[in-house]
């Protein structure tokens, strides 16, 4: 199973009677999902077209993170559908998924310390492209990682390491990419710069699921967003038109 990225329309957007799109590279059907006895997820619906940047808010515990587990392969729904370019794939193995082009870029960076950052990057080349292409397409990305090349990842800025994750998954070049709580511990200059290098990737065809528990620091490039409560889908809509859903949510604030 393989799957490429090529913009599709956001569900609501095509005039009547267009031809349908390809199918969204990722699609969420009435899915629950539990660790053991305890239910977390009741019902989630979530669509993400290619080409789009969709942000799943919400607090600590809404199930945000068990969403991108099940949509990873990581966690068997327990009942629902995940459809991945239009074929469902409940018993796809994780690693399949990520050969077929799915990334997910977990919270908490998860580098080596003793590792440098062109090793980090050495260690991508068992997809098959060289190092040299990595590379060169890292340091476009993430300009600062260039001159960190020789640096160990240990002695890294938390901003830094945090290019380093992000860059260590796109150099398997997929098409779908899942990211938790980017701005974790991250000065805001630094989120906002790590959120206009998603805004271009996503420019460029990929499509994007971005949770994060702080609303702004993601809304200004989303293209769709969806407030998770209680394991709940509460409200989804445009970034813009979730003001009011975002204060009741107490997910208004700034970045840490």
Not at 52 to 74: E, I, M, Y
Not at 96 to 125: K, Q, S, W
Not at 215 to 244: E, K, S
Request: charged share 20%.
């Amino acid at each position: 199973m393989t799957f490429a990225p090529g913009r599709a329309p956001v569900a609501g957007r095509g005039a009547p009677g267009a031809p349908a799109g390809p199918p969204p590279l990722l699609e969420l059907r009435r899915v629950r999902a539990a660790y053991g006895a305890i239910q977390v997820l009741f019902g989630v619906d979530l669509t993400v077209p290619a080409g789009t940047v969709v942000a799943l808010l919400g607090p600590n515990g809404a199930g945000k993170t068990t969403t991108l587990r099940v949509a990873a392969g990581l966690l068997s729904p327990t009942a629902g559908e995940v459809r991945v370019a239009g074929r469902a794939v409940q018993g796809v193995h994780p690693e399949d998924l990520a050969r077929a082009g799915l990334c997910l870029i977990p919270e908490g960076r998860g580098v080596f310390p003793n590792l440098t950052v062109r090793e980090h990057l050495r260690m991508m080349t068992y997809t098959g492209r060289s190092l040299a292409d990595i590379e060169a397409v890292t340091y476009e990305r993430f300009p600062r990682l260039a001159d960190r090349r020789r640096q160990l990842a240990g002695t890294l800025s938390g901003g830094e390491q945090q290019m380093l994750a992000m860059a260590r998954g796109l150099a398997t070049d997929p098409a779908l990419l899942l990211l938790d709580e980017l701005s974790m511990g991250l000065a805001p200059i630094i989120v906002e710069e790590l959120y206009g290098i998603v805004a271009a990737i996503a420019r460029d065809g990929m499509a994007i699921l971005v949770v994060e528990q702080f609303a702004r620091t993601v809304l200004g490039v989303a293209d769709h967003a969806a407030i998770m409560v209680h394991g709940r889908i509460a409200h989804a809509g445009p970034p813009a038109g979730l003001a009011d859903e975002l204060s009741a949510a107490d997910l208004g604030g700034t970045s840490p």
